[in-house]
C-alpha cells in the first residue's frame, strides 16, 4: 500500500503539503508528522493553508512552519492531507505541482491524486499516518507522536466517538510510549479557552431549543455576534459536539448564520448517519457521526428546510 508513495518520495525533491480550510487538530497533527518525516529524508517541504492553525494546537512543534500566504514557487509533489475533494483545500491547486498524493479517511473521498491512500474506516488521517510509520517501521521524534496523538484525540472527540475501537486506542499507546504526552494534550484543546471564547460559548448555549419530542437538539450563532463579543469562528469550535449530550437526542445541529447562508454543524449519537443527511445539500458531506453542509439561504428558510429533512431520518 504504501510502495508507490515511498517510490514517489524517493524520486522528487521539493513537496508542498497542504489540508482543508479551517483546520482541525487532524489536519495540523498530519501536517506536522508527514512534515517531519519528508524533511527527515532531505526533502524540502513547504506547509501551506488557506486558514492558520488554530490557538489550541499552537503546542504542536512546527506548527509555526504553516504559511497562508500561497508560495511563489513550484513543487515536484503535492500531498494533500485530510481533505475529501480539492475544493476543500480552499485555494488552486493549478500549476503548483505535477503530481498530487491524496491521504484521507472521508468517505466521500473524491480520489483526486495520482496516488491515493484513502481508508474511510480510519478514524483519523493521522491514524493512517501513524499506521504507515509502524509498518515501515518508521522511528518518529516525540513531537511527532504528539502531533498524531492530538490528530486521533480529535477526530475521535476526545475518544468519545463511536470510531474510538480498541485498534485506534493501541495506537494511541504507542504514541504515548513514543512520549505524546495525554494530560498536557487535554489541557492545551480542550482546557484552555480564551475567556472570549468562553462568553461565545455562553451565548451559543443560551439559544438551545429541542425539537421532534426531543429527538433534535439546537444551538445557533448569528455571525455578527463575533463582532460583538470580540470574538473568533474558531472560538466557537467543539460547541457542535454538545448539541448531542442531553438524553434522548438522536441528532444535534449548531447553526452558524448571516443574512445570506446557514452553516449546519451536525452531530449524531450513531443511530443515524448525518454524512448522508449533510450529502444532500450540494457541497455537504463528513462522517457519519458529525458531518456539515451550507446552505445558501437566510436562517429563516433554512431552518426549517433543514428540521423537514431531520422530520423524515428521525420519524
Ligand atoms: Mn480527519
Redesign the pocket.
Known amino acids: 500500500m504504501w510502495d508507490d508513495f515511498r517510490l514517489l518520495i524517493d524520486a522528487n525533491r521539493r513537496f508542498l503539503i497542504s489540508s482543508h480550510m479551517s483546520l ?1 487538530g ?2 495540523v497533527g498530519s501536517q506536522v508528522a508527514m512534515r517531519w518525516y519528508l524533511a527527515s529524508l532531505g526533502k524540502e517541504v513547504v506547509l501551506y493553508n488557506k486558514d492558520p492553525v488554530p490557538g489550541k494546537f499552537s503546542f504542536l512543534t512546527a506548527h509555526d512552519t504553516v504559511l497562508t500566504a500561497r508560495p511563489g514557487s513550484t513543487f515536484d509533489v503535492l500531498v494533500v492531507l ?1 481533505c475529501s475533494n480539492i475544493s476543500r483545500l480552499g485555494w488552486s491547486v493549478e500549476a503548483i505541482a505535477p503530481v498530487m498524493v491524496n491521504i484521507d ?2 468517505r466521500d473521498n473524491a480520489r483526486f491524486g495520482k496516488i491515493n491512500i484513502v481508508d474511510n474506516h480510519a478514524a ?2 493521522g491514524a493512517i499516518i501513524y499506521r504507515f510509520f509502524n509498518d515501515c517501521a518508521i522511528d518518529y521524534p516525540p513531537y511527532v507522536a504528539e502531533a498524531l496523538y492530538t ?1 486521533i484525540m480529535t ?1 475521535t472527540g476526545g475518544f468519545r466517538f463511536t470510531n474510538t475501537t480498541s485498534t485506534i486506542l493501541k495506537y494511541c499507546s504507542e504514541l504515548v510510549e513514543h512520549g505524546a504526552d495525554c494530560s498536557r494534550i487535554y489541557e492545551r484543546v480542550y482546557a484552555s479557552h480564551t475567556p472570549r471564547a468562553l462568553l461565545l460559548q455562553a451565548r451559543i448555549w443560551s439559544t438551545l431549543q429541542f425539537y421532534l419530542d426531543g429527538k433534535v437538539c439546537c444551538m445557533e450563532m448569528p455571525l455578527a455576534v463575533l463582532d460583538e463579543l470580540g470574538a473568533h469562528y474558531s472560538d466557537s469550535e467543539g460547541m457542535a459536539d454538545n448539541t448531542i449530550i442531553a438524553e434522548g437526542v438522536e441528532v444535534g445541529m449548531l447553526i452558524k448564520y448571516n443574512d445570506k447562508e446557514s452553516h449546519f454543524s451536525l452531530r449524531s449519537k450513531g443511530n443515524i448517519d448525518v454524512g448522508k443527511i449533510a450529502q444532500k445539500i450540494p457541497g455537504g458531506g463528513g462522517h457519519s457521526s458529525a458531518a456539515g453542509c451550507t446552505v445558501n439561504r437566510p436562517y429563516g428558510e433554512s431552518f426549517p428546510f433543514m428540521l423537514d429533512i431531520l422530520r423524515q431520518e428521525v420519524g
Open positions: 482541525d487532524d489536519s485530510d479517511h472521508h483519523a488521517t490528530a477526530d
